[in-house]
């Protein structure tokens, strides 16, 4: 892999015209001459990703272990001397375009609403050009935009649309960056749309791997391969329930929650500082293992939900001071915290991160490992729901549905709605698939005539972003 991303480019001719994403890329590239009456200089490929294990901990500055998916994200991209940014979607059903001077984009976000779907688009580029060297005038833009990442899925296609985004920007303003810097950059950038996440899904957007699963670490941020046991195979199941993380209060209510009951637990063990504002931060500056942060969870939090006062009193600070320091301006209202089962859960799954990659690293049998990854998976579902309650329902009845046939099952993704990721085997994922058909999408009335195969599907390790251009 070399240093720089802008360097590392991939021939449309790699992708074969019958594929799905040489359609994919036909089809773009047809719509944007189209639309601006000029063909595109270059695409951009980002893929969607599902988080194996590993949930709601990235934040909290642990691990995680996700895999890059075949479904994508696919930007057509035309750059022009003005400084002019144009942005199209292919679907109808995204009707809105873009179009404004590079020196004024503005990414608005009303309280209450899902952001206009080209807001991804804009955090990309508006990220990357306030990377660009001081003096540096950036280039005008075209884009259209096309994917098969199911929207507010738990795929990330909110991410690959960022990243696809960024590095488009990044290509066409010859901008010298790394993989790694690209995905911090992105990350950091995402937070335009009001979204307190914690670097996964743009870490593996980038830095994934054809054939592997990543444990991909934070602060700094690297990442490993995990090649995962022979014969097994994953297979993604939509709830049919969809929730747009950055249009809810729910995630970042989580985040809020977490952050407090590190600065609670942190205040029973005297750390202070300005650098113990997440748990990984706290268990580094203690010196002690997860086992040992999991007691401290418990005997430092009790089990009955922390109202707000009693956290100021606890942590001497005001109201004001409180949510200044660690609660979003969209849930200053909430009142309620449940800081003891969301520290649990985050320090146990990330736990079970560790165990999980583990696994995969030792020379056991396969049919062994399998089911010790199944047991790991179920038990993250378990906690995610009880513990998180970041669950849905339909993602529930899925998860039931999987018992006694797939060898574990999880949500995946922010959760509260979305999809559910299952381990199956070669042997089993056909009938496993089957089931699900006409047990869970069947007898839905709303997708009645529809392609069950876009709801569920079985999936395998894929490669990062690409830059794809017509000569090499």
């Known amino acids: 892999m070399s240093k720089h991303i802008s360097s590392e480019l991939t021939s449309i001719e790699h992708f074969h015209q019958e594929s799905p994403e040489g359609i994919h890329i036909q089809n773009l590239s047809q719509f944007f001459t189209d639309t601006f009456k000029c063909e595109p200089d270059f695409f951009t490929l980002v893929p969607g990703r599902v988080n194996l294990i590993g949930e709601h901990v990235d934040y909290c500055g642990y691990s995680v272990c996700p895999m890059a998916i075949k479904n994508s994200i696919i930007l057509a991209v035309k750059t022009f001397p003005s400084d002019v940014i144009k942005i199209v979607n292919i679907d109808p059903n995204y009707g809105h375009s873009y179009k404004n001077n590079a020196d004024q984009l503005r990414i608005e976000v009303k309280p209450g609403k899902a952001p206009a779907w080209y807001c991804y688009v804009l955090c990309g580029i508006k990220g990357v050009l306030e990377a660009l060297p001081s003096g540096q005038k950036p280039v005008g833009l075209s884009f259209a935009v096309t994917g098969n990442v199911p929207q507010a899925s738990g795929l990330s296609s909110s991410s690959a649309l960022v990243c696809a985004a960024a590095l488009a920007t990044v290509y066409a303003n010859k901008l010298d960056i790394s993989r790694k810097s690209l995905a911090n950059l992105c990350a950091k950038a995402e937070q335009y749309i009001g979204t307190q996440g914690g670097g996964m899904d743009q870490a593996i957007a980038l830095l994934a791997t054809t054939g592997s699963a990543k444990h991909i670490y934070f602060n700094p941020l690297r990442s490993e391969d995990v090649q995962l046991p022979d014969g097994c195979v994953f297979v993604i199941a939509n ?20 952050c407090l009951a590190n600065q609670v637990m942190a205040k029973f063990r005297n750390v202070v500082g300005n650098d113990v504002n997440r748990f990984s931060e706290l268990q580094e500056k203690l010196g002690v293992g997860l086992s040992e942060m999991i007691e401290l969870a418990k005997q430092a939090l009790h089990e009955k939900p922390y109202m707000k006062q009693e956290i100021c009193t606890v942590l001497g600070l005001t109201e004001s001071e409180l949510n200044t320091k660690f609660v979003p301006q969209n849930i200053w209202q909430t009142n309620e915290f449940k800081l003891r089962d969301r520290a649990l859960h985050v320090l146990q799954e990330a736990q079970r991160v560790d165990i999980f990659c583990g696994i995969c690293r030792e020379q056991m049998p396969a049919e062994k490992a399998l089911k010790q990854l199944g047991k790991l998976m179920s038990k993250s579902h378990e906690s995610l729901k009880t513990l998180y309650e970041c669950s849905h329902p339909e993602l529930d009845r899925l998860v039931a549905l999987s018992d006694g046939i797939a060898l574990g099952c999880r949500l995946t993704g922010a959760g509260w709605g979305g999809c559910v990721v299952a381990l199956t085997t070669k042997d089993t994922v056909e009938s496993y698939i089957k089931m699900l058909k ?3 999408y069947e007898t839905n009335p709303t997708i ?8 569920v599907f079985a999936t395998e390790p894929s490669g990062g972003a690409q830059i794809i251009v017509k000569h090499i």
């Open 438 to 440: 006409e047990r869970f």
């Open 448 to 455: 009645k005539g529809k392609d069950l195969n876009m709801f």
């Open 239 to 258: 709830s049919l329930s969809e929730l747009n993380k950055a249009e809810t209060h729910h995630y970042n209510t989580r985040v809020a929650e977490c």
